[in-house]
């Protein structure tokens, strides 16, 4: 009962109708009493809503709320795109005295462009001034606080229903992948529509990388191929996947093309945008010198540096006669530079020995898994088998340099997996980078469901155990899965951005997927909801 609610209306000529029924986004296991629009206040996309009667005792923004500070109040923040109203940025005051409760913040609210002021009618402190430290010295005294900058800064490449730029007819539909560079440049997939998307021209390939503002089209499909490395008359681009802009000047992407003289085994080209031309730098079905004229068939993964003229393809050859490629040699990494040209005269190779990292256990590579990761110093981490001289294949990570002189296991399945007691590695099912070392996503063996799987790097000298399933956010909400993540510090230092769902008190289907980062010290912050 009490819970509150706020509603939006906009007035469209003489007519008034509801935009937006607003509520928390986050609550502790009741909103009952929480008094959710006690107070309002609107400036342009922005609106404010104060719950006076919100019980949590945590602080600052977007903290998981409990239930331990009875009417210690809270504030939410909504800002609207279009006629949507974003997911509410969570206020509480940063610092308190030894207790919130009855101090009724969100009594009042006001917002004026991305600055917000709230007063808390009843906050007990004796202390004066701005940015005092408070106490409990004077019951009913009140305050008010300021926050500034919730409000993020989006900027629009393309948007559903606009125009593509130079073509006639032609307009932006379901957005596909994306990628962006440390310099802000950014490509981008998108399907299209209208009259002018005759001739399979249904999807595009987009990016910035000509001034680092305006956005251009690259390619197309329905796009000739013919005189393109072996390409025929008939050839054309189907589909078109897997942006990449790693670098300021060179984005990739990878074509699948169809018609006359194109087979399953030939269907795949890498392509490179510089902003001003589009060049073919690999395609599968061509021979390849450095792989004795062995032909890749499947391009699995591909990575781009972005601080090296590399990039590493995850591959599988076609099998063959002459030269024998056969089921225990058919997978492997091509690493090449921006101009096409192979980087290395004898590529990692399924079936080829490899040197422990950790450990005193030699062996080959076998089958690869299609996963690699680019790090720094020309480094390429990289999935496959592990066949041990005695025992059995294994799951297992590797690392190895752009010319593939030195091929050394960062891990493998029935390692013990540090900060996990006797938990032992089962399979990596997610792979990326932390400055030039492995940054890797496990399940265990030997843990409980609640905490089987979690997040390592590879500090060089051994690996290192960030993120646990499992691990308590604040209020008992736990991370229940680990979706996606992606490292954020040139420095190594175990500051990584996550996507996870959430499980604990409050947790439900519309509030249980969150983006964290997981700083240095091991903290969280919530950064989305």
């Not at 109708?17 to 509520?23: M, P, T």
């Not at 007990?124 to 409990?136: F, L």
């Not at 078109?240 to 087979?263: E, I, K, S, W, Y």
């Not at 063959?320 to 040699?329: E, I, L, M, Q, R």
Request: aromatic letters at 8%.
């Amino acid at each position: 009962f009490e819970s509150g609610a706020a509603y939006v209306f906009v007035r469209g000529g003489p007519t008034w109708i509801q935009q937006a029924y607003l509520k928390p986004g986050t609550v502790g296991t009741t909103q009952s009493d929480d008094l959710f629009g006690i107070s309002v206040a609107i400036s342009g996309d922005t609106a404010v809503v104060g719950a006076i009667g919100e019980d949590s005792s945590t602080t600052g923004i977007d903290s998981f709320p409990n239930e331990s500070a009875a009417a210690s109040g809270a504030a939410y923040v909504f800002v609207r795109y279009g006629t949507y109203w974003s997911f509410p940025t969570y206020l509480k005051p940063a610092v308190v005295g030894n207790s919130q409760s009855g101090d009724s913040f969100g009594w009042s609210v006001a917002v004026s462009g991305d600055t917000v002021i709230v007063g808390a009618l009843y906050e007990g402190s004796g202390s004066t001034g701005v940015n005092s430290t408070p106490n409990e010295g004077a019951s009913g005294s009140g305050t008010a606080y300021i926050f500034r900058g919730l409000g993020p800064v989006l900027r629009s490449f393309s948007r559903s229903g606009a125009p593509v730029p130079d073509l006639a007819d032609v307009r932006f539909s379901t957005p596909g992948s994306a990628s962006v560079n440390a310099q802000g440049d950014v490509m981008f997939d998108q399907a299209l529509l209208g009259l002018g998307t005759f001739g399979g021209l249904n999807r595009g390939i987009f990016s910035n990388l000509r001034d680092g503002v305006t956005v251009d089209a690259a390619f197309f499909n329905g796009t000739p191929l013919a005189g393109l490395d072996g390409f025929v008359l008939g050839s054309k681009a189907v589909a078109l996947a897997r942006p990449l802009c790693n670098q300021p000047d060179a984005g990739l992407f990878l074509v699948t093309a169809g018609g006359t003289g194109v087979t399953s085994t030939s269907n795949k080209a890498l392509f490179k945008d510089d902003g001003n031309a589009v060049s073919l730098l690999l395609r599968t079905g061509m021979s390849v010198t450095e792989l004795g004229g062995a032909q890749p068939s499947a391009f699995h993964d591909i990575v781009q540096n972005n601080g090296s003229n590399l990039i590493a393809i995850s591959m599988r050859l076609k099998l063959s006669t002459a030269p024998p490629v056969t089921a225990t040699n058919d997978s492997g990494l091509l690493m090449l530079n921006h101009a096409g040209t192979l980087t290395d005269a004898t590529p990692p190779r399924e079936g080829a020995d490899t040197d422990p990292d950790f450990g005193t256990e030699d062996g080959k590579l076998g089958q690869f898994t299609g996963r690699a990761a680019n790090g720094l110093n020309s480094r390429v981490h990289f999935g496959a088998m592990f066949i041990p001289t005695a025992g059995i294949p294994v799951p297992a990570l590797f690392m190895t340099n752009s010319s593939g002189t030195a091929t050394s296991r960062v891990a493998k399945a029935g390692m013990i997996a540090n900060g996990t007691g006797q938990a032992t590695f089962a399979s990596f099912p997610a792979l990326s980078h932390m400055n030039a070392h492995a940054l890797f996503r496990a399940t265990l063996k030997g843990a409980a469901t609640t905490a089987n799987e979690g997040i390592w790097r590879d500090s060089g000298v051994g690996l290192v155990k960030l993120v646990l399933k499992g691990e308590d956010l604040g209020g008992g909400v736990r991370i229940a899965r680990i979706l996606k993540f992606w490292p954020v510090d040139a420095g190594g230092v175990g500051q990584i951005m996550l996507q996870v769902t959430l499980t604990g008190p409050g947790v439900t289907l519309a509030n249980n997927s969150a983006l964290l980062l997981r700083q240095s010290s091991g903290s969280y912050l919530v950064m989305l909801r």
